[in-house]
């Protein structure tokens, strides 16, 4: 990202450059706002466009839970710490759990993995990933108001399930093996 806005401002500079020098001396000063502008607008656009090509990770690297707690750090904890570590674990849940059978690594790609990586792969890759988090955000949106009437007792032991789950994942290759 810096080194795309360090793109950007060495190309502005440019810009400004030759709308300095002579050759342009002639012209008014809104062609030369013009001529900049429409520059300026078309490198921009085109340094910062996404690749389509770009591969994607199975698993988001930007999904993964900061701590693991034991019950006695919950019990300390107030109702509306505990629903954020329960929406945290749900996400973590929904966005790796059905991928494992890929990978339970954040970063890897379909074509690391060794299938094509034809546009109907990414297609099918995209709409996973969109549809996993279309996934959450209803998720969560109905935990948000239903959850706070849940028992304290019951969300940390939901807390503490999850995490246990989540705590296998790191020892799924013991599984994995011929």
Not at 27 to 47: D, G, P, Q, R, Y
Not at 66 to 76: A, T, V
Not at 88 to 115: C, D
Not at 134 to 145: H, L
């Amino acid at each position: 990202m810096i080194k795309k806005l360090k793109l950007t401002l060495d190309i502005l500079n440019i810009c400004i450059d030759l709308l300095q020098r002579n050759n342009f001396k002639n012209m008014n000063m809104k062609t030369k706002l013009l001529v900049f502008c429409a520059i300026f607008f078309i490198t921009t656009s085109t340094i910062f466009s996404q690749k389509k090509d770009d591969p994607k990770g199975l698993i988001s690297q930007k999904v993964s839970i900061k701590k693991y707690h034991d019950r006695d750090e919950l019990d300390l904890m107030n109702k509306g710490e505990l629903l954020n570590l329960y929406i945290e674990r749900i996400e973590v849940i929904v966005k790796i759990l059905p991928n494992i059978a890929f990978t339970n690594k954040p970063g890897v790609t379909i074509k690391s993995l060794g299938i094509p990586d034809t546009k109907d792969h990414r297609k099918a890759l995209e709409e996973n990933i969109e549809a996993a988090s279309d996934y959450f955000d209803n998720t969560i949106e109905f935990q948000t108001k239903i959850l706070p009437y849940s028992d304290k007792t019951n969300l940390i032991a939901a807390i503490l399930f999850y995490e246990q789950t989540l705590k296998s994942l790191h020892t799924y290759n013991e599984f994995n093996q011929y």
